[in-house]
C-alpha cells in the first residue's frame, strides 16, 4: 500500500469526485458508513451505550455529524459537541443541517465540558488531515479532557492534533485515541514508535478512492501487507537441484556468542537456501555441527574468533555479524570482504555494523545493494549522530541508503526498509514478543538465504524476508503467547510464513 502524504490525501480525494462523478458528500457519506459499520461490528456496543461525537469545523467534523446520524438511525442515541469556528466546511455544515432534531448538539464552552462515564464511547471528529498548525485554546482544552476522561476514545481518521506526516512541537496536545479508524490508505504518523500513544489500534477502512490514481501517484513511503508480497516468492521447480538456490557463507560467532551464529545458520537453513557454509572461530565447530549438521563448517584457524576470510569463489552470497565479537582481526576481514565480495550480495549485521561504525572509512567500501540491518542504536552509531525524532531518523535512513547505494533494515515495531533510491518501506507484521535476544540473529539467516536466490531481486528478498520473519513471529506467538516465544520458535516459523507468499 502507498502512503500518501494529507497533502496528496487530499488530491485524492478531488480525483475520486471526478473520476466516479460523485458528489463531496456522497464521499463522506461512504466515510461515514465506514466508520459506523466499524463501530457496530467491532464493539458490539448495547443500545444504552453513551456515544458522544466532537466535531470540528471541518470535513473530519463533517464525518462526525454524519456517524452520529447513522447511530441515531441504528437505534442509538448519541450526543453532538461542536467545537465553536468562525467558518465551516460545506460538507460540514449539510452534515449539521441532516442531523435529525431528536440528536443533542451542544456547541462546546469552557463551562460546558461534557461528563463523560467511563463506559462512554467518544469519538474525536474534530480535526483530520486538515490540521495546520497545533491546537490551542479551548481545542487543546476539549483533547485533554477526553484524554483524562476514561472513555474509550476512538479517532475518525487521525487523533486530533497528529499531524499526518510531519513531526509537530513536543508536548503540543494530541489525542489518545484507544482506536484509529482511518481511510483507504495508512498515514505515515501511525507507523512511528513517537505515536504509538496517540494512535492505538489503527484500521484502515477501503471507501472506494480512485485506484487510477493511488496507481500512479509517486510515493516515499510504503506499506507492506501481505496482499503486497503475496506470491511474490517463485515456487521451487521440479527439477531445481541445491545449486539453484544458491550456496551461502555465513561469518558468525564468537568465544560465548555461538549460539546467534546458530541462530542465524538455523534460519538460513530453513528458508530455503541451497547450501550453507558457516565460518566460525575454532571453538565453535563443534557446537555448529551438532546444532546445524545441513550446514558445512569452515573454522577459523583462530580460537575465539574469526581472524580469515575464507577463499569466496563457491558462494553466492555473505553474511556476517552475528555474534562476531569487534577483534580488530575481525574488522580486518571485513575490510577483506567488502573489498572482494565481486557483486555477491553481501548481509551484514550487529557486530559487522559495529565495526563499520568504529572503522567509518569501511562504509566508503561498502559494495552497492549491501544489505544492512541495524536496529535502531546501531543504526545511530552508523550515522554517528543521534536523531532527535522518529521523521529525523527516516530522513537519516533515507539519506544514508541514497549515500551509500544500501538496503537497510532500520529494526522496530514497523521495521523499516530504507533503499537505494529513497523510498522506505514499512513492514506489518510480528509482535513484541519478538523485541528479544536472537530475533535479530533469525533474521540476517533468512535474509541471506534470500539474498542467495538468483530469481530474487535485492528488494523484494528484503521485503520478504522482513515479512516473513514478522509473520513467523505472529505465528509463533499464538502458540507460545508473546512472553514465551523465543528465537528458536522463530525459526519454526518461518517455512509456514514464506510458504504463505510463495506463488507463481
Ligand atoms: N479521502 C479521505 O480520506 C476523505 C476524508 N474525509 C474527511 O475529511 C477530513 C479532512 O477534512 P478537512 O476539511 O480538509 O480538514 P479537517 O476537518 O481536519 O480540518 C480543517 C479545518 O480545521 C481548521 N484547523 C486546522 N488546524 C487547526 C487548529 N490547530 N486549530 C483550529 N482550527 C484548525 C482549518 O482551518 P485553517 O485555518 O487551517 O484553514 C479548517 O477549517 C479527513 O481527515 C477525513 O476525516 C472525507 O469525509 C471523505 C474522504
Ligand atoms: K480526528
Redo the contacts with the bound molecule.
Sequence with gaps: MKILTAHQ??A??QATLQAQGISSDA??ER?ATACTTWLLDQLQPAFTTPFHIFC????????GLAIARQLHAAGYTPQVWLLPAT?H?PDFLLNRQRLPPQISCTELSARTMPALPPEAVALDAL?????????VGL?ADIVAHLNQSGATLLA???PSGLFADSSQPAGSPVVQARYTLS??LPKLAFLLPQNAGFVGDWTVLP?G?DADFIHKEAVDNHFVDAGFLRGRLPQRGKFSHKGTFGHALLLAGSYGKMGAAVLAARACLHSGIGLLTVRVPAVGYDILQISAPEAMVLPDPAREFVTELPELKPYAAVGMGPGLGQEASTAEVLRQLLQNASGRPLVLDADALNLLATHRELLELLPPNSLLTPHPKEFERLTGEPAPGDYHRLEQLRNFCTQYRCYCVLKGAYTALGTPDGPVYFNSTGNPGMASGGSGDVLTGVLLALRADKRLSPLDAALLGIFAHGRAGDLAAAETGQAGLTASDLIRYIGPALQELTGG
Excluded: C, Q, W, Y
Design positions: 490525501t487530499h485524492l480525494d464521499l463522506m466515510a470540528g469545523p471541518g470535513n473530519n467534523g463533517g464525518d467558518k466546511s480535526f483530520g488531515t486538515g490540521l495546520s498548525r497545533p491546537l481545542a475518525v481518521d487521525v481511510f483507504e471507501i478512492l
